[in-house]
């Protein structure tokens, strides 16, 4: 055993977590995909809410990232609360997307986001992208072009 055995086993389990994050990400659509059969809006957000709670709880405690909300009140805990509205207010947007023009035009949010960013990083960080970056933005948002909304 070398000097180096310890770090070396930090990072494998380090990525080992990692994976096991990236395997629970790929239960995400499949959650989404089977909510939206018979359910729409409140019950499906509730519902949603609800499994994610079961879900992130124990993952919060396991993890050490628990924000315990009877203690005194700090930025961080404001900055919880924050977030949550917003995050609920988007997701019940995002839902209601979803049930008046489809899953597949609706799924093209990710595209946008991914846009934001680049321009983001552009404006904030000063940062300065390839030709490549350029063209495979201009093939994405023609592709996006070409989805249309779900016709009734």
């Not at 380090?14 to 059969?37: F, K």
């Not at 809410?49 to 203690?71: E, K, M, Y």
């Not at 960013?117 to 940062?127: A, H, Q, R, Y």
Request: proline share 4%; with cysteine; hydrophobic share 50%.
């Amino acid at each position: 055993m070398g000097p180096n055995t310890q770090a070396t086993t930090e990072a494998t389990k380090s990525i080992v977590d990692m994976r096991s994050c990236d395997l629970l990400t790929l239960l995400i659509p499949l959650e989404t995909g089977v909510a939206l059969g018979p359910l729409e809006g409140t019950s499906l957000r509730v519902g949603a809410s609800i499994i994610g709670c079961f879900v992130t709880f124990p993952l919060a405690i396991l993890s050490n990232q628990f924000v315990n909300p009877f203690v005194s009140r700090t930025s961080a805990h404001y900055a919880v609360v924050l977030s949550s509205i917003i995050h609920g207010i988007v997701y019940a947007t995002y839902i209601w997307l979803v049930t008046k023009v489809g899953v597949v035009f609706s799924a093209q949010v990710s595209y946008v986001v991914t846009l934001a960013g680049v321009l983001l990083s552009m404006g904030i960080l000063d940062e300065v992208h390839s030709k490549f970056i350029w063209m495979s933005l201009i093939c994405m948002i023609l592709g996006m072009a070409l989805v249309k909304p779900r016709s009734h």
